[in-house]
């Protein structure tokens, strides 16, 4: 262990107690992004349950069915058969495919087994929940920290390129399809976009930091959430705490410009 992670594990055992008033974070991410990396981070640095592939599982034996089956339905809108085809539009784009896209009733029961384990992970608590629309079923929690991570496409496709050992061409078909089928089950199962900075405490891009270094921030700005939580609603917002502007904005000068004259 180096003294940096000697220092962060000490600090985090010193908040251990604010960190706790906290019962999950969700974590959104653009395919790529190293989204689920940050999360299992963030699950180690604080002792807590990582909640990703666990929800397949939940699913799997609510609905009675197989791991593989409730899979084919995770963070998805639309049915397998589908899904495979569309993925053809990239690697061959010339390819006339047009499949009807529509909730199945399969897919519906998936989605209401999936509400069961994402609220049952946030009973629970201190938990971080990887996707499946986390940050719209718990948006009303103000104990849970609501995070995206994003990229650039080009430093997603390098990513998914070698963490999974695919070529440029499979790579790119990969990363919209998982764009392509998140986006379409955040807007049917909870009419949102997964791209909707409102919908975050916090938005996260790898593009230049280290997922290192955005696990800090993460850490940072659950620990002041922590801290926010007695403070009632109406004294929250960029206005807490601030005086009136002595002036209207619009009367400020820009720099260099000299103050005008009071008229009279």
Avoid at 78 to 97: A, E, I, K, N, W
Wanted: net charge negative; glycine share 6%; proline share 6%.
């Amino acid at each position: 262990m180096t003294n940096n992670d000697s220092k962060d594990h000490t600090q985090i055992d010193q908040e251990r107690e604010t960190f706790a008033q906290m019962r999950a974070i969700t974590i959104s991410r653009e395919y790529g992004s190293g989204g689920g990396e940050i999360a299992l981070r963030l699950a180690r640095r604080l002792g807590w349950q990582l909640i990703d592939h666990e929800v397949v599982v939940h699913v799997a034996q609510e609905l009675g069915v197989s791991e593989a089956e409730a899979e084919e339905y995770d963070e998805c809108a639309d049915g397998p058969l589908s899904r495979v085809l569309h993925s053809f539009r990239f690697l061959q784009p010339t390819m006339p495919v047009s499949v009807p896209i529509a909730l199945t009733t399969d897919s519906r029961a998936y989605n209401i087994a999936r509400c069961h384990a994402v609220m049952g992970a946030y009973a629970k608590g201190h938990t971080v929940i990887v996707g499946r629309g986390g940050q719209a079923l718990l948006a009303q929690q103000r104990d849970v920290l609501h995070v995206r991570v994003v990229a650039p496409f080009d430093l997603r496709l390098v990513y998914v390129m070698r963490r999974e050992g695919l070529d440029q061409a499979a790579a790119h078909a990969r990363i919209h399809l998982k764009d392509r089928d998140r986006q379409r089950f955040l807007q049917e199962e909870n009419h949102q976009q997964p791209a909707d900075a409102h919908l975050y405490d916090l938005v996260v891009n790898t593009a230049v930091l280290d997922l290192e270094s955005i696990v800090d921030i993460i850490l940072l700005a659950l620990l002041r959430k922590a801290r926010r939580l007695s403070t009632p609603p109406a004294e929250l917002g960029p206005g807490a705490g601030l005086a009136s502007y002595p002036e209207q904005p619009e009367d400020f000068p820009p720099p260099g410009v000299p103050t005008r004259s009071p008229s009279g």
